[in-house]
């Protein structure tokens, strides 16, 4: 007797020689329901205690991959007015409730993850409830992030620049207010000091990045570098690393102009 | 009209197909719920909205281990009834 499975198994590094079951193996296919009724399906999952966070985690990642647009790619304003506001309020309502059931757990779903859907929140002008909780979401599991989670384009048609400095910005903020009431006085190698030492770390490297763009004000460079304590950097080397791309680029660009 | 009057009426077998073919079903569940969409009110307060719901969250919760000996164990089972009355 030969039993087939009925699930669908397609994502990218799933080995086909595997042959247990895998623990989502149930995600895909109740990602092809109604948010209402797939919030139906999660939450009575919830409440029985029995599945990780991580797995309902993974759930939601499958299911927010599968209806929401993609966070890196750049929508020019043309096309974000075509969208219908059918599409865009039901994007919204995906998203918000999305939101709603992240486990309370750190670590249920990944900084990466909660940073993407940050910046479609904001794209999508999601509700303010929404874009606080995944900014202190997101701020809880800063030290886990790498700076290509923290690159996301800015949506808002007004701005010239290409870097969504503004939701960082948010997002380090939530982290600092946490970081300094935890730790009021940091001692040398102490579990906050090596908190606050990544996230200067990170924040440099993230700054080195960003400095490319030449339309970003300098003002929000500057007010970025500068939320971060003292302690936060060993040495400068990072920062003024940035400061000189910033600065290399701004002549090059000048001089450009001059010869035009 | 109810089985007390005519037996076989259309709604207990539409209530046995139910059972066995739909909730026994992974992927059928899940069309099925998704097709309640179009008709809420109806799906409802049948009841078919939360014995689909049911019937997947069921099936999610229970270990794959669990799933492949139930399965060899009613294989078995009809093994059994095959030998016994067939």
């Known amino acids: 007797m030969q039993v087939t499975w009925s699930y669908t198994y397609t994502r990218k590094g799933f080995s086909k ?54 966070a890196t790619k750049i929508t020019p304003p043309e096309s974000s007015v075509s969208q219908t506001d059918d599409v865009a309020e039901n994007h919204r309502k995906i998203i918000e409730i999305i939101v709603t059931m992240i486990p309370a757990d750190k670590g249920s779903v990944s900084v990466g993850f909660l940073l993407r859907l940050l910046s479609i929140a904001s794209h999508l002008g999601a509700s303010t409830v929404t874009k606080t909780e995944l900014i202190r979401r997101s701020s809880l599991q800063l030290e886990e992030a790498t700076v290509s989670d923290l690159l996301f384009p800015t949506h808002s048609s007004s701005n010239q620049h290409y870097y969504d400095i503004d939701l960082v910005a948010a997002v380090l903020d939530s982290f600092l207010l946490l970081w300094r009431r935890t730790s009021p006085a940091p001692i040398e190698n102490s579990q906050s000091m090596r908190s606050i030492r990544k996230i200067g770390k990170l924040i440099d490297t993230y700054l080195q990045v960003v400095a490319r763009d030449i339309n970003l004000p300098v003002s929000k460079v500057l007010s970025v570098a500068e939320a971060l304590p003292d302690i936060a950097r060993k040495d400068h080397d990072d920062l003024y690393k940035g400061i000189n791309i910033y600065l290399k680029v701004k002549n090059y660009m000048q001089h450009v102009l001059n010869i035009i | 009209m109810t089985e007390a009057v005519e037996k076989g009426n259309f709604v207990l077998k539409l209530e046995s197909f139910f059972n066995s073919c739909i909730l026994e079903g992974w992927k059928d569940s899940i069309v099925t719920l998704q097709t309640t969409v179009k008709l809420t009110e109806w799906s409802e307060n049948l009841g078919i909205v939360r014995r689909c719901v049911d019937s997947i969250v069921e099936k999610i919760l229970t270990p794959p281990p669990k799933v492949n000996k139930s399965l060899t164990e009613a294989i078995s089972f009809f093994h059994e009834i095959e030998k016994k009355y067939i």
């Open chain 1, 17 to 70: 020689q595997q042959q247990s079951v895998p623990k989502d193996w149930w995600t895909e296919d109740i990602s092809d329901l109604d948010i209402d009724l797939f919030r139906c399906i999660i939450i009575a999952i919830k409440s029985t205690y029995m599945l990780p966070p991580q797995l309902i985690g993974e759930a939601l990642h499958v299911y927010a991959c599968r209806w929401l647009p993609d």
